[in-house]
């Protein structure tokens, strides 16, 4: 396998992207060795949709589009990244205010530590930001 391997898509900032970017990073992932069916894919899947979600939801309309990045480091590190054009950074509410929601970036900071790794956001140059995480890959090198 290459030592770096990319896949990106922008999508529009509207409830039907998020199964749209579900089915995106999953197709990717299953291409680079990552079984479908495995607790991995399952996890990634979760946080691909919390993610996408956060990024219809919570840009009020001023993020048109959203951008998915996946990469795959040496088969080592996943990074996946959800970008939007919004400047509001994600907020952790207090727990009265989250009875209904406000609970998505505490479950991705949680099942990436669990996984082993960790969750991250960063500006872009445009003003907006890109919620990310990295984990390990879950899948043994090839020979």
């Known amino acids: 396998m290459a030592d770096h391997q990319e896949a ?9 992207s998020v199964s749209a970017a579900r089915r995106h ?3 990717v992932l299953s291409e680079w060795g ?5 607790e991995a894919a399952d996890v990634i899947r979760l ?6 979600t956060n990024a219809v939801q919570h840009t009020f309309g001023q993020s048109p589009t959203f951008t998915v990045d996946l990469r795959l480091d040496r088969d080592v590190e ?8 919004h400047p509001r950074w994600p907020q952790k509410l207090p727990a009265a205010v989250r009875q209904d929601n406000g609970r998505g970036m505490v479950i991705i900071r949680a ?4 996984c082993g790794g960790g969750l991250g956001v960063s500006p872009t140059p445009d003003g907006g930001k890109t919620v990310s995480i990295t984990l390990p890959w879950p899948v043994p090198a090839r020979a």
Do not use: C, F, M, Q
């Not at 946080?47 to 996408?52: F, M, P």
């Not at 996943?78 to 054009?85: A, E, H, P, Q, W």
């Not at 099942?111 to 669990?114: F, Q, Y």
């Open 78 to 85: 996943l990074y996946l990244g959800v970008t939007d054009s």
């Open 34 to 38: 990552l079984s479908d069916d495995s």
């Open 111 to 114: 099942l990436a530590k669990e």
């Open 8 to 16: 990106t898509v922008t999508l529009p900032s509207d409830p039907v």
């Open 25 to 27: 990073v999953t197709r």
């Open 47 to 52: 946080i691909v949709s919390e993610l996408a």
